[in-house]
Protein backbone atom coordinates (compact mmCIF):
# COMPACT_ATOMS: atom_id res chain seq x y z
CA UNK A 1 0.00 0.00 0.00
CA UNK A 2 0.61 3.34 -0.38
CA UNK A 3 3.35 5.07 2.57
CA UNK A 4 3.56 8.68 3.80
CA UNK A 5 3.26 11.56 1.30
CA UNK A 6 4.41 15.07 1.35
CA UNK A 7 4.37 17.54 -0.67
CA UNK A 8 6.67 19.44 -1.84
CA UNK A 9 9.45 17.65 -2.53
CA UNK A 10 11.76 21.02 -2.08
CA UNK A 11 10.37 24.29 -1.79
CA UNK A 12 12.04 27.54 -1.94
CA UNK A 13 11.04 30.84 -0.98
CA UNK A 14 11.76 34.57 0.18
CA UNK A 15 12.49 35.51 4.07
CA UNK A 16 8.97 37.03 5.02
CA UNK A 17 6.34 34.98 2.82
CA UNK A 18 4.14 32.50 3.85
CA UNK A 19 4.38 28.17 2.83
CA UNK A 20 2.12 25.81 3.14
CA UNK A 21 3.82 21.86 3.70
CA UNK A 22 1.21 18.81 2.83
CA UNK A 23 1.54 15.49 4.35
CA UNK A 24 -0.81 12.64 3.69
CA UNK A 25 -0.72 9.85 5.79
CA UNK A 26 -1.25 6.38 5.57
CA UNK A 27 -4.87 5.46 5.28
CA UNK A 28 -6.35 4.46 8.20
CA UNK A 29 -3.79 6.16 10.65
CA UNK A 30 -5.28 8.52 12.97
CA UNK A 31 -1.88 9.32 14.60
CA UNK A 32 -0.04 11.81 12.92
CA UNK A 33 3.43 13.44 13.70
CA UNK A 34 4.78 16.74 12.23
CA UNK A 35 8.72 16.49 12.79
CA UNK A 36 11.79 19.20 12.04
CA UNK A 37 15.31 18.14 11.22
CA UNK A 38 17.65 21.34 10.58
CA UNK A 39 21.28 20.77 9.48
CA UNK A 40 23.72 18.97 12.02
CA UNK A 41 20.36 18.51 14.25
CA UNK A 42 18.34 15.37 14.94
CA UNK A 43 14.51 15.31 14.47
CA UNK A 44 12.59 18.21 16.53
CA UNK A 45 8.94 16.91 17.48
CA UNK A 46 6.65 20.20 16.75
CA UNK A 47 2.88 18.84 16.67
CA UNK A 48 0.94 15.97 16.97
CA UNK A 49 -2.83 14.95 15.86
CA UNK A 50 -4.76 11.97 17.02
CA UNK A 51 -8.06 11.48 15.85
CA UNK A 52 -10.81 14.22 17.22
CA UNK A 53 -8.41 15.05 20.18
CA UNK A 54 -7.07 18.83 20.36
CA UNK A 55 -3.72 18.51 19.02
CA UNK A 56 -0.32 18.75 20.75
CA UNK A 57 1.29 22.22 20.33
CA UNK A 58 3.88 21.94 22.45
CA UNK A 59 6.94 21.76 20.00
CA UNK A 60 6.04 24.31 17.86
CA UNK A 61 8.90 27.14 18.02
CA UNK A 62 6.88 30.50 18.11
CA UNK A 63 3.37 31.02 16.48
CA UNK A 64 4.29 31.32 12.82
CA UNK A 65 3.72 28.09 12.91
CA UNK A 66 0.46 26.59 12.67
CA UNK A 67 -0.80 23.70 11.24
CA UNK A 68 -4.28 21.45 10.80
CA UNK A 69 -5.75 18.23 10.07
CA UNK A 70 -8.75 17.98 8.00
CA UNK A 71 -11.26 14.79 8.30
CA UNK A 72 -8.49 12.65 10.61
CA UNK A 73 -6.30 12.48 7.17
CA UNK A 74 -4.42 15.07 5.26
CA UNK A 75 -2.65 17.58 7.67
CA UNK A 76 -0.97 21.38 6.02
CA UNK A 77 1.65 23.07 8.05
CA UNK A 78 1.84 26.60 7.76
CA UNK A 79 4.73 28.63 8.87
CA UNK A 80 4.16 32.84 8.14
CA UNK A 81 6.84 35.41 7.36
CA UNK A 82 9.76 32.81 7.09
CA UNK A 83 12.37 33.66 8.80
CA UNK A 84 15.90 31.31 7.48
CA UNK A 85 15.91 30.13 10.12
CA UNK A 86 13.17 27.91 9.47
CA UNK A 87 15.15 26.27 6.95
CA UNK A 88 14.99 22.63 7.34
CA UNK A 89 13.53 19.36 6.23
CA UNK A 90 9.96 18.98 7.38
CA UNK A 91 9.05 15.30 8.45
CA UNK A 92 5.72 14.04 8.41
CA UNK A 93 5.07 10.58 10.21
CA UNK A 94 1.87 9.05 11.14
CA UNK A 95 0.77 5.25 13.04
CA UNK A 96 -2.45 3.16 14.28
CA UNK A 97 -3.34 3.68 17.77
CA UNK A 98 -3.51 0.53 19.42
CA UNK A 99 -3.14 1.07 23.79
CA UNK A 100 -0.98 -1.36 25.89
CA UNK A 101 1.90 -1.44 22.84
CA UNK A 102 3.83 0.39 21.12
CA UNK A 103 2.72 2.26 17.63
CA UNK A 104 5.26 2.15 15.15
CA UNK A 105 5.96 5.33 13.34
CA UNK A 106 5.94 5.60 9.14
CA UNK A 107 7.59 8.41 8.20
CA UNK A 108 7.18 10.37 4.62
CA UNK A 109 9.85 11.95 2.66
CA UNK A 110 10.09 15.29 3.86
CA UNK A 111 9.72 18.60 2.51
CA UNK A 112 13.41 20.62 2.34
CA UNK A 113 12.88 24.32 3.10
CA UNK A 114 15.23 26.67 2.00
CA UNK A 115 13.98 30.20 3.16
CA UNK A 116 16.53 33.01 1.47
CA UNK B 1 12.75 15.98 29.90
CA UNK B 2 14.51 13.02 27.78
CA UNK B 3 17.34 13.76 26.59
CA UNK B 4 19.39 11.23 23.42
CA UNK B 5 23.11 12.00 23.28
CA UNK B 6 25.30 10.83 19.38
CA UNK B 7 28.61 11.96 20.29
CA UNK B 8 29.95 10.57 17.18
CA UNK B 9 29.37 12.56 14.27
CA UNK B 10 30.60 10.61 11.77
CA UNK B 11 32.20 6.82 11.12
CA UNK B 12 33.61 4.69 8.66
CA UNK B 13 33.57 0.98 8.20
CA UNK B 14 35.33 -1.39 4.96
CA UNK B 15 32.22 -3.56 3.66
CA UNK B 16 31.48 -6.97 5.20
CA UNK B 17 33.22 -5.37 8.35
CA UNK B 18 31.01 -4.74 11.39
CA UNK B 19 30.54 -1.33 13.01
CA UNK B 20 29.07 -0.31 16.29
CA UNK B 21 27.24 3.17 16.40
CA UNK B 22 26.75 4.44 20.32
CA UNK B 23 23.90 6.10 22.11
CA UNK B 24 23.46 7.36 25.51
CA UNK B 25 20.04 8.71 26.84
CA UNK B 26 19.08 10.21 30.31
CA UNK B 27 15.74 9.72 31.57
CA UNK B 28 14.23 9.03 35.07
CA UNK B 29 11.52 6.35 33.55
CA UNK B 30 11.82 3.12 33.91
CA UNK B 31 9.83 1.90 31.17
CA UNK B 32 10.36 3.19 27.18
CA UNK B 33 11.01 2.10 23.97
CA UNK B 34 14.93 2.85 22.28
CA UNK B 35 15.07 3.03 18.56
CA UNK B 36 17.31 3.37 15.53
CA UNK B 37 16.52 4.87 12.48
CA UNK B 38 18.15 4.79 9.36
CA UNK B 39 17.55 8.20 7.30
CA UNK B 40 19.09 7.40 3.25
CA UNK B 41 19.93 9.88 0.78
CA UNK B 42 16.05 9.50 -0.17
CA UNK B 43 16.03 11.32 3.19
CA UNK B 44 12.86 8.38 4.31
CA UNK B 45 13.20 7.13 7.54
CA UNK B 46 12.93 3.47 7.79
CA UNK B 47 13.10 2.22 11.66
CA UNK B 48 15.94 -0.12 11.98
CA UNK B 49 15.23 -2.20 15.17
CA UNK B 50 13.33 -1.47 18.64
CA UNK B 51 14.17 -2.29 22.26
CA UNK B 52 11.73 -2.56 24.65
CA UNK B 53 13.15 -1.12 28.34
CA UNK B 54 11.58 -3.63 30.22
CA UNK B 55 13.04 -6.63 28.25
CA UNK B 56 16.34 -7.33 29.45
CA UNK B 57 17.01 -9.79 26.15
CA UNK B 58 19.10 -7.34 23.45
CA UNK B 59 16.83 -6.80 20.14
CA UNK B 60 18.02 -8.43 16.82
CA UNK B 61 16.88 -7.85 13.61
CA UNK B 62 19.10 -10.25 10.80
CA UNK B 63 22.35 -8.28 10.42
CA UNK B 64 21.30 -5.18 13.32
CA UNK B 65 21.53 -6.08 17.05
CA UNK B 66 21.55 -3.88 19.61
CA UNK B 67 23.46 -3.57 22.97
CA UNK B 68 21.23 -2.53 25.68
CA UNK B 69 22.43 -1.39 29.29
CA UNK B 70 20.11 -0.11 31.17
CA UNK B 71 21.64 0.94 34.50
CA UNK B 72 24.48 2.61 32.37
CA UNK B 73 21.58 4.39 29.68
CA UNK B 74 23.51 3.06 26.78
CA UNK B 75 21.79 2.08 23.55
CA UNK B 76 24.51 1.34 20.66
CA UNK B 77 23.93 -0.43 17.46
CA UNK B 78 25.96 -3.17 15.89
CA UNK B 79 26.20 -3.62 12.31
CA UNK B 80 27.59 -7.07 11.08
CA UNK B 81 28.70 -7.76 7.71
CA UNK B 82 28.53 -4.20 6.67
CA UNK B 83 26.40 -3.79 3.18
CA UNK B 84 26.92 -0.47 1.05
CA UNK B 85 23.29 0.12 1.13
CA UNK B 86 24.06 0.23 5.07
CA UNK B 87 25.59 4.28 3.81
CA UNK B 88 23.13 6.24 5.69
CA UNK B 89 22.30 8.78 8.59
CA UNK B 90 21.33 6.53 11.76
CA UNK B 91 19.31 8.47 14.90
CA UNK B 92 19.06 7.09 18.13
CA UNK B 93 15.34 7.66 19.06
CA UNK B 94 13.63 7.72 22.81
CA UNK B 95 9.97 6.75 23.78
CA UNK B 96 8.04 8.28 25.80
CA UNK B 97 6.66 5.91 29.12
CA UNK B 98 3.93 3.60 28.02
CA UNK B 99 4.22 3.52 24.26
CA UNK B 100 0.41 3.41 23.78
CA UNK B 101 0.61 5.55 21.05
CA UNK B 102 -0.89 8.15 22.46
CA UNK B 103 1.65 11.30 21.58
CA UNK B 104 4.66 8.96 21.93
CA UNK B 105 6.60 12.28 20.52
CA UNK B 106 10.11 10.83 19.88
CA UNK B 107 13.04 12.42 21.41
CA UNK B 108 15.88 11.85 18.70
CA UNK B 109 20.20 12.40 18.89
CA UNK B 110 22.06 14.36 16.08
CA UNK B 111 22.71 11.20 13.98
CA UNK B 112 25.31 9.81 12.50
CA UNK B 113 26.64 9.92 9.53
CA UNK B 114 27.94 5.78 8.29
CA UNK B 115 29.83 5.47 5.50
CA UNK B 116 30.23 1.62 4.21
CA UNK B 117 33.59 1.54 1.96
CA UNK B 118 33.80 -0.84 -0.98
Known amino acids: GAGVSQSPSNKVTEKGKDVELRCDPI?????LYWYRQSLGQGLEFLIY????????KSGLPSDRFSAERTGGSVSTLTIQRTQQEDSAVYLC??????????????FGPGTRLTVL | AQTVTQSQPEMSVQEAETVTLSCTYD???????LFWYKQPPSRQMILVIR??????QNATENRFSVNFQKAAKSFSLKISDSQLGDTAMYFC???????????????FGKGITLSVRP
Open chain 1, 49 to 56: FQGNSAPD
Open chain 2, 93 to 107: AFDPPGGTGANSKLT
Open chain 1, 93 to 106: ASSLVFSGTYNEQF
Open chain 1, 27 to 31: SGHTA
Open chain 2, 51 to 56: QEAYKQ
Open chain 2, 27 to 33: TSESNYY
